[in-house]
């Protein structure tokens, strides 16, 4: 089993940034793809990024590429999502993730965190 915990979300102004990590304890957790997503208010849970066990393959949205970075410490059991020029419809709880197959279907993700809240105001 893996346990997943959300931290570093907040309130910033547009343009501004925000680090969230992920500290994952359990089973082998370098063996596992880590993804990030995030749900606003109303609206379905969205994939934001993710990194294979290595951190040879990442994918991100289209929305936040060039804006967002993942980022992965096996030693640490930890994953990051450094995320700049944060937008206002970046607004969401965002959550991390642990799967077996690097995709963008959260459908497929075995392991979520309880979630961490960013607003980001105009």
């Known amino acids: 089993q893996v346990q997943l915990v959300e931290s570093g979300g907040g309130l910033v102004q547009a343009g501004g940034s925000l680090r969230l990590s992920c500290a994952a304890s359990g089973r082998t957790f370098s063996s596992y793809v880590m993804g990030w997503f995030r749900q606003a208010p109303g609206k379905e849970r969205e994939f934001v990024a993710a990194?294979?066990?290595?951190?040879?393959?990442?994918m991100y949205a289209e929305s936040v590429k060039g804006r967002f970075t993942i980022s992965k410490d096996n030693a640490k059991n930890t994953v990051c999502l450094q995320m700049n020029n944060l937008k206002p419809e970046d607004t969401a709880v965002y959550y991390c993730?642990?799967?077996?197959?690097?995709?963008?279907?959260?459908?497929?993700?075995?392991?979520w965190g309880q979630g961490t809240q960013v607003t980001v105001s105009s």
């Open positions: 993730a642990g799967t077996a197959v690097i995709t963008t279907n959260h459908k497929m993700y075995n392991y």
């Open positions: 990194i294979t066990w290595t951190g040879g393959s990442r």
